[in-house]
């Protein structure tokens, strides 16, 4: 299995760019961040210019077009930029150390702009540089560089993404991360499930189980390149823990009956799920140090998809002790719960943003699924999207995009979808055949 560069020597090098004496702008981070306000309504994209990454040796041509159209493809999927058609350019930027023509870039109504190049080194590493401008400001905002090898190009377009994104914005990026979800293969009667992963955008996707046997949930560590999941083989249910980085995987445990969605704690030490016993389930939580197992929730009801709170001091979960599924909280290390659901329909499937702002979930009712949010008190109920069946959300780092995966129906099969928590901006997102239960990475590190 291939290792991947952490950021930190992805980025090996980097430095900010000086000043460049031929244009009013002062050093890369002198500036700071536009923090253009995100509305959750209607909201105008922002006009942004993205040249052509010049090559610095001929042969690094193709790698800079390749970087300029991921940064693009980014951009354009968040909502909130809106890339300019390169046809439209009146200025061509050959030399991207140089002020750019603020004027010919004002023309066409481009708001930012962002120059780059890619060079080769003598030694084989890809170096990649790039400056981001304010056109009306006439001023450089960030400048970064980075070496690598050539084969992490991708990564470095996530990264630079990112830091328009932030720069421009003032929240987070999520471009440099990863999702874990479940490949579907074959008949629907006997699909094959296989555990996949994929850069964000849908690139660069591996398998990381054959197929063998069932699988179904995986969860990201909100802390490592770990994953969580079930899996249905000889016996009962087992619950593995899966390194992204190395590809060793370990046994949680073997519990009898049934188990179901088990999540990590944030701090990535604890393991928390529900365990069926008889006919009703409760929720456990694991100390992954110790295997020792808590009980959280001694109820007759059916307590299931527990999810924590970013800080680590709550959690949300489904149960339908009020008679039908709906969303309960209560303190980590168990006791009260407070139902904070009261829709028409049913909730379940919830998950904690990793803002702490929101609770995603799935509502069923009319025949629809619908995906939604709701403030952690269940005040503010938005549904994003609705249709025949949609299910399974989870939020982007930044928790400003929630992906989940919808059923059509008929002999179909699943696929992935991500939808702004506004609700705009519903996208398809690429897989090799069908997909499901999908699990944002953090960003990564």
Known sequence: MPFRLSRRQII??????????AAPVRSAFAQAPKRIPIPEGEFVPLPIAIPNFVAGTPGDAEVGVGVTQVITNNLKRSGL?????????????????????????????????????????????LKAEFRLWDVNQQQQLAGQQFQTSPEYWR????????????????????????????????????????????????????????????????????????????????????????????GQREIVGNFPGMSFSPRFSPDGQRIIMSLQQGGNSNLFVMDLRSKSTTRLTDTPAIDTSPSYSPDGARICFESDRGGKPQIYVMPAT??????????EGSYS???????????????????????????????????????????????????????????????????????DISGRNELRVPTPGFASDPAWSPLLS
């Open 12 to 21: 090996s090098g980097m430095a900010a760019l000086g000043t460049i004496t």
């Open 81 to 125: 930029f809106a890339p300019i058609d390169q046809a439209a350019f009146i200025e061509r930027i050959v030399d991207s150390d140089k002020a750019p023509q603020f004027q010919s870039w004002k023309q066409i109504g481009a708001q930012f702009l962002v120059t780059g190049r890619m060079t080769r080194q003598g030694d084989g590493r």
């Open 155 to 246: 990564r470095i377009a996530h990264i630079i993404s990112d830091q328009v994104y932030e720069r421009t914005t003032g929240e987070k990026g999520y471009f440099d991360s990863r999702v874990v979800f479940v490949d579907e293969t074959g008949a629907k009667e006997r699909r094959v499930k296989r555990l996949a992963l994929m850069d964000q955008d849908g690139a660069n996707v591996r398998y990381l189980t054959k197929g063998s046997d069932l699988v179904l949930t995986p969860r990201f560590s909100p802390s490592t390149q770990e994953i969580t999941y079930m899996e249905f083989g000889q016996g009962d249910p087992r619950v593995y823990l899966f390194n992204v980085e190395t």
């Open 334 to 343: 168990g006791g009260g719960a407070q139902r904070i659901s009261f829709g």
């Open 349 to 419: 499937t919830p998950v904690w943003s990793p803002r702490g702002d929101y609770i995603a979930f799935t509502k069923q009712g009319g025949g629809q699924f619908a995906i939604g949010i709701m403030k952690t008190d269940g005040s503010g109920e938005r549904i994003l999207t609705s249709g025949f069946h949609n299910e399974g959300p989870t939020f982007a780092p930044n928790g400003r995009v929630v992906m989940f995966f919808r059923e059509p129906g008929g002999s179909g099969g699943p696929s992935l979808y991500t939808v």
